[in-house]
């Protein structure tokens, strides 16, 4: 991987001689950022020698432990593999250590440089070439819902709601695109903006959502889908950062709160080809859609099933998969419905569009795209055809089918030859053995609720 000349680097530093510090950040299978802190004096050697990162990052559960059953760990001696500079990824933090902290993204390679195979960055790198050896650009958005929650916990130990900074009142209920509440955030909204702004990260709207202290941001579509999932990753850590900073927690948590709304990743796809047009668009497609958009939609649908275990990555992840609260259950799809899980949005031709609906917040951007691309190159590739779409409720339509357990969920991804070719089958045999291993400790664990039901009861 090339990185951009050492000159350019000296540009930047030449433009920020505040910044005494840099984050070399990589995200890991879950997502988590991890990585190191250099000295400004090092960042050019980081740009023309890179950094060693061991490659059990890609082998870490949530907790931060090594899964040697991935393979990655003591088993191989636990080496290093060299980390490259993401361009265009070097920027300013300007809500850490009063703006004198810096940041650069990096992705691993082998010792000949070709891509690592476990990192999610180069998994996506694989799916791509695929649809560019079609001749196809994928142009994609990505919208983030998540909650911001009092970094005081409640008398029983359990998250809440914050106060808002303009009433001083603790939210217990809300109202979706409430503009007052928006007016309550303002301040925590703005920087979020601002800081946006100043790392070059596309953002487009914020929203209020309807749970308590819920909100979603959406990042304006762009044509380069590695970029896309740089920029995701980013702004997460960025409306965090943001949030501490204004006495708030943020997370995105797929379900913080049983009774309430989960969070979601919504993700926007198109496809144009190599002159610039929208394949899912052609003329007099108003009705049905494209031949193509078919294709894709019936690869999406046909893979949904098998993707769980990617869409919905950890124990919290499949208990937002609940009736009643705009989450898909089952592989729908129709146009301009929000009960679907893939709706086509309406709005001009030109700008014809798949909105997929099934991923929570927590879900891995890179690995997400990847699993999508894959799954609509498939359904290019084979021409397949989609069932009907749905008008009206599809809930009340088509039973649940998409399957709420996490170890029906990594079988059928195990068992998927399609995802396997697509995305490595050295990568699903890494990310499955890490899922089972923390899915594992996780059914260790007994909940209070089970001690509340069962105890005395049994």
């Not at 995200?27 to 020698?49: E, F, H, Q, T």
């Not at 100043?198 to 380069?224: M, R, S, W, Y």
């Not at 204004?246 to 979601?264: D, I, L, R």
Request: charged share 20%.
């Amino acid at each position: 991987m090339s990185s951009p000349p050492t000159d350019d680097v000296q540009v930047f530093l030449d433009r920020h001689p505040e910044i005494d510090s840099f984050d070399l950040l990589i995200s890991d299978l879950n997502g988590v950022i991890r990585g190191k802190r250099i000295p400004r004096d090092n960042l050019v050697k980081a740009y023309s020698s890179g950094i060693a990162l061991p490659a059990s990052v890609f082998a870490l559960d949530i907790n931060g432990n090594t899964i040697e059953e991935t393979g990655l760990g003591l088993a191989t001696g636990d080496g290093d593999r060299l980390c490259r500079p993401i361009p265009g990824s070097l920027m300013p933090v300007p809500w850490l250590r009063g703006g004198r902290q810096g940041q650069l993204l990096m992705t691993m390679v082998e010792p000949d440089e070709s891509p690592f195979f476990a990192d999610p960055r180069q998994v996506l790198t694989r799916v791509l070439k695929r649809l560019t050896a079609m001749g196809l650009t994928p142009v994609v958005a990505l919208e983030l819902e998540f909650y911001l929650v009092d970094r005081q916990r409640n008398e029983a130990g359990l998250i809440q709601p914050p106060r808002s900074p303009g009433s001083g009142e603790r939210a217990t209920q809300s109202q979706l695109y409430s503009m007052l509440e928006l007016d309550e955030y303002a301040d925590f909204l703005e920087e979020i903006q601002s800081a946006a702004e100043i790392q070059g990260l596309p953002l487009d709207t914020a929203l209020k959502e309807c749970a308590p202290g819920q909100f979603e941001v959406n990042l304006i579509h762009c044509d380069d889908a590695l970029k896309a999932c740089d920029s995701a990753t980013l702004l997460k850590r960025l409306i965090k950062g943001v949030a501490l900073k204004h006495g708030f927690e943020a997370t995105f948590m797929a379900k913080p709160y049983g009774q309430e709304a989960g969070n979601g990743t919504h993700a926007h796809i198109s496809l144009l080809d190599a002159e610039g047009n929208n394949v899912f668009s052609e003329p007099g497609d108003d009705v049905l859609g494209s031949s193509r958009l078919n294709q894709a939609v019936a690869g999406l649908l046909e893979r949904m099933p098998s993707s769980m275990a990617l869409f919905a990555p950890n124990l919290n992840s499949f208990r937002r998969f609940q009736p009643g609260l705009y989450v898909p259950m089952a592989p729908t799809w129709g146009f301009d419905n929000r009960s679907v899980a893939l709706r086509v949005p309406s709005g001009p031709r030109a700008a014809r569009r798949i909105e997929h609906r099934v991923a929570g917040a927590d879900v891995n951007p890179y690995l997400l795209l990847a699993t999508l691309l894959a799954s609509l190159h498939d359904g290019l590739t084979r021409e397949l055809a989609p069932p009907p779409a749905i008008t009206g409720n599809a809930y009340e339509q088509v039973e649940s089918s998409l399957t709420n357990s996490w170890q029906q969920a990594l079988d059928q991804l195990e068992a998927d030859e399609v995802l396997g070719e697509a995305l490595g089958r050295d990568f699903i045999r890494v990310f499955v053995a890490n899922r089972r291993a923390e899915r594992a400790q996780a059914m260790q664990a007994v909940s209070q609720l089970e001690y509340d039901w069962y105890l005395r009861h049994v």
